[in-house]
């Protein structure tokens, strides 16, 4: 069993910077896969990024250079770091471990991760 724990969530103005930091635990944390996610009020759990064990990463349109995602194995912690946020930006932010390695095209899906954490709001005004 696999426990994840985001932190780093908070307020911030638009155009400024979080850092979601996303702890887990295990001592094959780095062959995993992690991804972040988040869900807006009223929407849907959306995917954001992913780096894979090998460090291959992915980003959603959306986000894609303001975001950036990286992890230290050491620690066993993968970070998002979050700049020229938007309000739109506004959610419950989701770590997510997938556990199963290969390389996949449906990194996005919801379903290819065993392991979530609990969340962590942001908030973004404008």
């Known amino acids: 069993q696999v426990q994840v724990v985001e932190s780093g969530g908070g307020l911030a103005q638009a155009g400024g910077s979080l850092r979601l930091s996303c702890a887990a635990s295990g001592r094959t944390f780095n062959r995993y896969a992690m991804g972040w996610f988040r869900q807006a009020p009223g929407k849907e759990r959306e995917f954001v990024s992913r780096?894979?064990?090998?460090?291959?990463?992915y980003y959603a349109d959306s986000v894609k250079g303001r975001f950036t995602i990286s992890r230290d194995n050491a620690k066993n912690t993968v970070y998002l770091q979050m700049n020229s946020l938007k309000p739109e930006d506004t959610a419950v932010y989701y770590c997510?471990?997938?556990?199963?390695?290969?390389?996949?095209?449906?990194?996005?899906?919801?379903?290819?991760?065993?392991?979530w954490g609990q969340g962590t709001q942001v908030t973004v005004s404008s």
């Open positions: 997510a471990a997938d556990s199963t390695s290969g390389y996949k095209t449906t990194y996005s899906s919801l379903s290819e991760y065993d392991y």
């Open positions: 780096i894979s064990s090998g460090g291959r990463i």
